[in-house]
Structure formats: C-alpha cells, structure tokens
C-alpha cells in the first residue's frame, strides 16, 4: 500500500485573520522585543519581569543570551514560517509546541512575582505585570484556540500535495 500525503487544508481558508494576524505580525513584534532586551538590556528585560530589585549578575548573563534566542525562535517561526505555509495542521502543530514553551513562561512570571499566590492578586499588579500578561495571553489564548480548532471554519474540499 502506497503512503498517501494527508490533504492539506488552507490556514487561510479556515482560520479567523485575527489568528493569523496575531501569529504573524502581532506576536512576532513582541518576541523580537523580548529578544532585544533580553541581549542589549537584560537589567530592563529582569526588571519588567520581577518586582523587587533583582539585580542582573555577571555569572547569570548567559541566560539573557539563551533566553533572547528562544525570543528569536518564536519570532522567525511566526513571522517566517507560518507565512510560508499554509497549512493548518503544520499551524496547529507548531502552535501546540509553542504551547509548551508556554506553559513554562507562564510558571517563570509566577515565579518572578513570588509566586501564584502573589500573581492572582491583581490589585498588586504593576504597570510592568500587566505589560506581561496583555502581551503574552491573547497570544497564547489564540495559539490553544488554533490547536483545538476553535473558531476555524470548515472548508469543502482540501487539495493534495
């Protein structure tokens, strides 16, 4: 039996282009934002993530390196790769492991506030927290609804390739 390639079904046929826009263009802005504080600022990029006075330690710079890397993946993934295909199970698929890099963001920025319990209280959120999560939740919102296919209209026929 000869291996048959899966239909592909068109991101742009299917997904709301406020999905699209928001993984194309909004978010990648922001991880490239992410990126540059993290290599040329990273006591701002410490500073916009915690509350108290962490102070940025030579013996830890490294990590801003690393850290603003993984900015840049998530940058040219959605604003290079997803505009390079359209197709929505490679969509969903790197959606689902953004999601994963997700869920440990989520857990750094409890961490960075002193954790959970010290997150939901949202009367002691400051400018910066709410930088945080405005600029990262719609986005990971819009990543979860992509894979569990929410708001994607149904199209009749897919082409093979």
Not at 118 to 146: E, G, I, K, M, Y
Request: charged share 15%; proline share 4%; net charge positive.
């Amino acid at each position: 039996m000869a291996y048959q390639q899966p239909a592909i079904t068109s991101t742009a046929a299917t997904l709301p282009s406020i999905y699209r826009l928001t993984l194309t263009t909004l978010e990648p802005l922001f991880a490239l934002n992410g990126a540059l504080l993290a290599f040329f600022n990273p006591q701002s990029y410490l500073s916009t993530m915690t509350r108290d006075t962490a102070t940025l330690t030579p013996g830890t710079r490294f990590l801003y390196t690393e850290l603003g890397g993984a900015w840049l993946y998530f940058a040219f993934v959605e604003a290079v790769v997803l505009r390079q295909f359209d197709d929505l199970r490679l969509w969903r698929l790197l959606c689902a492991a953004m999601l994963l890099s997700d869920v440990a963001y989520c857990r750094s920025v409890a961490q960075a506030v002193g954790g959970w319990g010290q997150w939901v209280v949202l009367s002691d959120w400051t400018a910066a927290d709410h930088a945080v999560f405005w600029s990262t939740a719609p986005c990971a919102l819009v990543r979860v609804l992509v894979v569990l296919g929410i708001g994607a209209r149904k199209v009749p026929a897919a082409k093979k390739e």
